[in-house]
């Protein structure tokens, strides 16, 4: 059951207009709606079901089949000719959505921990989550629930039994992140570093330290902001509400660092990270020494919220990966590194140092990175240079802006290394076969709508 989202309560946050159907019961308008969801086929008795417009679907069509499912109520922006049930009229659903989730989170008297940054926020989380789990019932971001959809969804989610919450806030253009921290309103909040994403509409790294700092315009008075202190952007940050930063990095000048740091390949890495409290002996079991800066800042966050230093070390040897980030896929035949559910130069970097960790031959499948602005050509050429820089054996490149990633591979590289492109995505898929052997490890990445997801499935049925 969802606390006090009554229908009255929830047309009232949402400035809406409750409209009852003839011969309907008014006791319903005072029971508590026990979800809310945007997709029709996830209805369930007692449900609410927000009718949204999207590109491609309107939920208004679906409005019967949810009561016909057992909705409670439904948010529309239009009634339907014969309403079934209770209906909550509003001007636009998805702005509906939004005063809604912050509504439902204020019902709430519990951490909040809000996570941005260029480059690894989801596996911040996940550690986040995983030490906090070590001591407390925690609620966190599922999928890509980050953006201002997902971060309402994931707020719904909350139940009487959760005593942490750890949101993951993505964006991509000025104001989003000031909506979303509008509805989450961290009590911490966690930057991992700024990169070079979204330059299209943010400009350059300054302009996405602008858009990321939105979070700070909601966060609690008395938060508590983490940053990761080796990066020089970050590093700007001397106070937030007159409150310093805690920062955490790999230079003792740093308030939590690590140090002895030691790549175990694929298997994940090891650190011993300094404390204020204490020394913790650190296994990370996700790929990618950098790996060990996402634990810092889970280690930050839980020291804050009173964990003791065993519950934090057990808390980031129990994180698990998530598909399509990192997620590693043991076919029998090759290992795939599936990290292409998003790309941008700091992320492929990072990815190929992971890759030429793993001790076999190895291949990358790179494909175009989006939202880069005037310098995406020059951008993806580097990645190139640095992919072939660091000896990959196999370096394959798919898209119009990869382009220009091959060329940068094809000059840095040497005449040992197979370095391909191909228009599309499919093209290379057709062409996949003839570059892999029995033992490789293959790394997929590129952005979201290159929809390398097919490249990953296409890699499991390979048989040498």
Known sequence: MMRNMTLE?????????????????????????????????????????????GERVDGHSFIGAAFEKGAMAVICEKLPEKAAGPCIKVKDSFEALKDLAAYYRDQFDIPFIGITGSVGKTSTKEFIAGVLSQHFKVHKTEGNFNNEVGVPLTLFGLTDEDQAAVVEMGINTFGEMHRLSRMVRPDIVVMTNIGECHLEFLGDRDGVLRAKSEIFDFMASDGTVFVNGDDDKLATIKEVH?????????????????????????????????????????????????????????????????????????????VQPVDGRSHLIDTGTIMIVDDCYNANPASVRAAVDTLVSAGTRTAAILGDMFELGSDEKALHRQVGEYAAGKGVDVLLFAGELSRSAWEGAAEAGSSSQIIRWYETRDQLMEALPGYIRKGDTILVKASHGMEFGAVVEKLKEFTA
């Open 9 to 53: 309560n929830m047309a009232a946050a949402c400035g809406g207009k409750l409209v009852m159907p003839e011969g309907s019961v008014r006791a319903d308008s005072l029971s508590c709606a026990q979800g809310l969801v945007i997709d029709s086929r996830l209805v369930k008795p007692g449900y609410v079901f927000a009718a949204t417009k």
């Open 242 to 318: 007159g409150i310093r930063p805690v920062t955490f990095g790999f230079s003792p000048d740093r308030d939590i660092w690590a140090e002895q740091v030691a790549s175990q390949g694929l298997k994940g890495s090891s650190a011993l990270i300094h404390t204020p409290a204490g020394d913790i002996r650190a296994s990370v079991p996700l790929p990618g020494t950098h790996m060990i800066g996402n634990a810092m800042a889970a280690a930050a966050v839980g020291l804050k919220l009173g964990l003791s230093l065993d519950e934090i070390s057990r808390g980031i040897a129990s």
